[in-house]
């Protein structure tokens, strides 16, 4: 039986290593009592990177949730799996990680330019985007401009929580169709760009817009009469 882990990324995305106890062992993952591990959710991946512990280690391959909500830290095929109990020291691919923090970003930043519902979205290290509910074309020169421009005026980024009535009471901050916030645990997570953007999210994000770096508009793509692709691109 597993225990929810404590979610150290989200009080503190920049952490990159911790230790914590194993909890159970299951199916090729283990769960563990602590973790800066971000599992799938939100088109973010699950973080990969490496589990060591006494007289033995594995590289984790891939990151999500199992049963009960708790996080299964899945390694590569044939390795070895610490025990119940043990101390395993936790260490994240901290370039990929940041790239996806600095991708969830950006896409927010282009979410608070082009002001409609949001219908889908994924994030890689690579090339990341955002469905939006909309008819409109996408003019990809002024839309870069201002993106380039948001992130160059270095507005403080972080998060809070609030209750979910509070949320309920305030149903304008949801923009994503298809997908809700996480409830149940009777408080919502809401990320704050300062001055531009407030929406519930649980990934993990840069501390501020500058970070985000060289961004650009991709390919703007026509999934339906009311559905419009944007692409971005990390240059770097």
């Given at each position: 039986?597993?225990?929810?882990?404590?979610?150290?990324?989200?009080e503190d995305?920049?952490?990159?290593?911790?230790?914590?106890?194993?909890?159970?062992?299951?199916?090729?993952a283990?769960?563990?009592d602590?973790?800066?591990?971000?599992?799938?959710?939100?088109?973010?991946?699950?973080?990969?990177g490496?589990?060591?512990?006494d007289?033995?280690?594995?590289?984790?391959?891939?990151?999500?949730y199992?049963?009960?909500?708790?996080?299964?830290?899945?390694?590569?095929?044939?390795?070895?799996?610490?025990?119940?109990?043990?101390?395993?020291?936790?260490?994240?691919?901290?370039d990929?990680?940041?790239?996806?923090?600095?991708m969830?970003?950006?896409?927010?930043?282009?979410?608070?330019?082009?002001?409609?519902?949001?219908?889908?979205?994924?994030?890689?290290?690579?090339?990341?985007?955002?469905?939006?509910?909309?008819?409109?074309?996408?003019?990809?020169?002024?839309?870069?401009?201002?993106?380039?421009e948001?992130?160059?005026?270095?507005?403080?980024?972080?998060?809070?929580?609030?209750?979910?009535a509070?949320?309920?009471?305030?149903?304008?901050?949801?923009?994503?169709?298809?997908?809700?916030?996480?409830?149940?645990?009777?408080?919502?997570?809401?990320?704050?760009?300062?001055?531009?953007?407030?929406?519930?999210?649980?990934?993990?994000?840069?501390?501020?817009?500058?970070?985000?770096?060289?961004?650009?508009?991709?390919?703007?793509?026509?999934k339906?009469?009311?559905?419009?692709?944007?692409?971005?691109?990390?240059d770097?």
């Amino acid at each position: 039986m597993t225990t929810t882990a404590q979610e150290l990324f989200r009080e503190d995305a920049y952490l990159r290593e911790c230790e914590a106890t194993v909890s159970n062992v299951a199916d090729g993952a283990f769960y563990v009592d602590r973790t800066i591990f971000y599992p799938l959710g939100g088109g973010q991946p699950g973080d990969t990177g490496e589990a060591s512990w006494d007289g033995g280690s594995a590289m984790i391959v891939d990151t999500r949730y199992g049963d009960g909500r708790d996080i299964a830290h899945i390694v590569e095929q044939g390795a070895s799996l610490p025990e119940v109990g043990s101390i395993v020291s936790l260490t994240i691919d901290w370039d990929r990680r940041y790239r996806h923090m600095r991708m969830h970003t950006a896409m927010h930043l282009l979410g608070s330019i082009l002001r409609y519902d949001v219908t889908g979205g994924n994030i890689s290290t690579e090339k990341s985007r955002l469905d939006f509910n909309m008819e409109d074309t996408v003019d990809k020169e002024a839309v870069g401009k201002a993106l380039e421009e948001l992130v160059a005026a270095n507005h403080a980024v972080s998060c809070r929580w609030i209750s979910e009535a509070e949320l309920d009471a305030n149903p304008e901050l949801v923009r994503t169709m298809s997908v809700q916030p996480p409830r149940g645990k009777g408080s919502i997570r809401l990320l704050e760009i300062d001055g531009v953007d407030l929406q519930p999210c649980g990934g993990t994000h840069v501390s501020s817009s500058s970070e985000v770096g060289a961004v650009r508009i991709g390919k703007v793509e026509k999934k339906g009469r009311q559905n419009r692709r944007v692409n971005i691109h990390l240059d770097d």
